[in-house]
Each structure stands twice: as structure tokens, then as C-alpha cells.
């Protein structure tokens, strides 16, 4: 039996896009492992917020990096963090090079949103090729 081209390349679209979630997810997975690790494992202590660091980013858009005694890598739009304010940051035993303020945004949004794409993707992979 011949299947019509329009099939077979519907259902290769479908599987490299299910294949293409898998990776999201796990990669995601992986990011929220080691992300959980790090806070796992580190040192704890309270800072203040004392000035953002507005830089654009490569689209031309503002991110504001909140610098308590460090700057941050993580930069946010809008700012997340207000000059003055307490926040805990983690950082690797004797490595305070390694902190991060330990909030939603900074450690557990990208992780987030790469798992719920990649879930996404795969139901709807799934859910496609049940047609």
C-alpha cells in the first residue's frame, strides 16, 4: 500500500516535533536538576539590592540586573528586584563568584518554560498522530 507524500511528510513533521519536545523537556529537566542541586548544596546569606544595572540585550530590549555586591547574570524585564531591598542569595562553598539571588524568576522560569514546551509539544505530537 502507497501512502500519499502529504501523509508521510505530516507524519515526519509530527515526530521531529515530538522529538523536538523530548529535548526541550529534558533539557528543562536538566536545567531545574542542576538548578536544585546548586541551591541544594550551597551557602545561604542575606544581601540588599544595592542598584540595577540596566543593560540592553542583543534584540534591543532593557534588562535590569540587580547587583547585591555582585551583578547578577540573570537579567529581568520588568525589574524584579527595587534597590534596597533583602534578598537571599546562594553561592558554591567558598565561591561567592557563584551566587545567585534564590527567587522564582532567577532560578525556575527558564527551566519552567522549557518543561511546559516540551510537554506541549509532545501532546500535541502525540494527540496528531493518534488522527
Known amino acids: ?13 509530527t515526530v521531529i516535533m515530538m522529538l523536538l519536545g523530548l529535548g526541550l523537556a529534558g533539557g528543562g529537566g536538566w536545567f531545574a536538576y ?3 542541586a546548586f541551591v541544594a548544596d550551597s551557602q545561604r546569606a542575606t544581601g ?3 542598584r540595577l544595572v540596566a543593560k540592553r540585550s542583543a534584540k534591543g530590549m532593557m534588562l535590569y540586573h540587580p547587583e547585591v555586591t555582585f551583578r547578577s547574570r540573570v537579567g529581568l524585564w520588568p525589574a ?3 534597590v534596597g531591598e533583602k534578598v537571599v542569595v546562594a553561592f558554591g562553598p567558598g565561591e561567592p563568584g557563584t551566587a545567585k539571588i534564590v527567587s522564582v524568576w532567577t532560578l525556575w522560569f527558564l527551566p519552567g518554560c522549557m518543561i511546559a514546551l516540551g510537554l506541549l509539544a509532545l501532546i500535541l505530537g502525540r494527540s496528531k498522530l493518534k488522527q
Open 80 to 82: 524584579a528586584f527595587t
Open 1 to 13: 500500500m502507497r501512502f500519499p507524500n502529504r501523509l508521510v511528510r505530516s507524519r515526519i513533521m
Open 34 to 36: 542542576a538548578h536544585a
Open 48 to 50: 540588599t539590592v544595592v
